[in-house]
């Protein structure tokens, strides 16, 4: 008599050979294969997710001032008061712990009046040389701190933006501010 053919493989009618473990680890091995290869896919994706939220929180966290000669960006915690000029082009913001506001015209502040104590620094804002002047220094009352900047805009115009301030945590959100300004050049 003829025997029928043996089935052979791995599991030819009997029991399971292979452990159900062994198949897990044959699924986290294909995984670590298939990530060697798309690493750089994966990562980049995940960089532009980061980003995507980062700039959203950015956006929903301040607001940016336009006019006609420049703009810059405050916290949403700042408003806009009724301050105005007389000879040059003045707005003040105010919020707790801090008040800000900018003189933009021929008259405005290069620190004549500052302490002697002002510590200042020459930086860069939007591709023009600035001077920072910062002070611990009551100009209004209850307000201990203060900073400003000066940018010369032309020759007879400047840009002067001060902030008076609580406590260390509002200057360093006035250079913030600072850094932040651009101004528009005048067309031709």
Request: hydrophobic share 40%; proline share 4%; aromatic share 10%.
């Amino acid at each position: 008599m003829k025997r029928p053919n043996k089935i052979t493989g791995a599991n030819a009618g009997g029991p399971h050979h292979l452990p159900i473990r062994a198949l897990w680890a044959a699924r986290i091995a294909q995984f670590g294969r298939w990530t060697r290869g798309n690493m750089r896919s994966l990562c980049l994706f995940v960089a532009m997710l980061l980003a995507a939220v980062g700039s959203g929180q950015e956006e929903q966290s301040s607001q940016k001032i336009q006019n006609k000669s420049f703009s810059f960006s405050i916290p949403l915690s700042l408003k806009k008061s009724d301050a105005h000029g007389i000879d040059s082009f003045v707005e003040e913001y105010v919020g707790a712990g801090i008040k800000l506001s900018f003189d933009f015209g021929i008259y405005s502040n290069n620190f004549g009046d500052r302490p002697k104590d002002t510590k200042f620094e020459k930086v860069k804002i939007n591709g023009r040389a600035a001077r920072i002047g910062t002070a611990k220094h009551e100009f209004p009352e209850g307000y201990p701190h203060s900073t400003q900047v000066y940018i010369q805009v032309s020759e007879n115009v400047a840009l002067s933006m001060f902030a008076a301030c609580k406590s260390e945590k509002e200057v360093a959100m006035a250079k913030k501010v600072f850094e932040s300004i651009v101004l528009h050049e005048k067309k031709s």
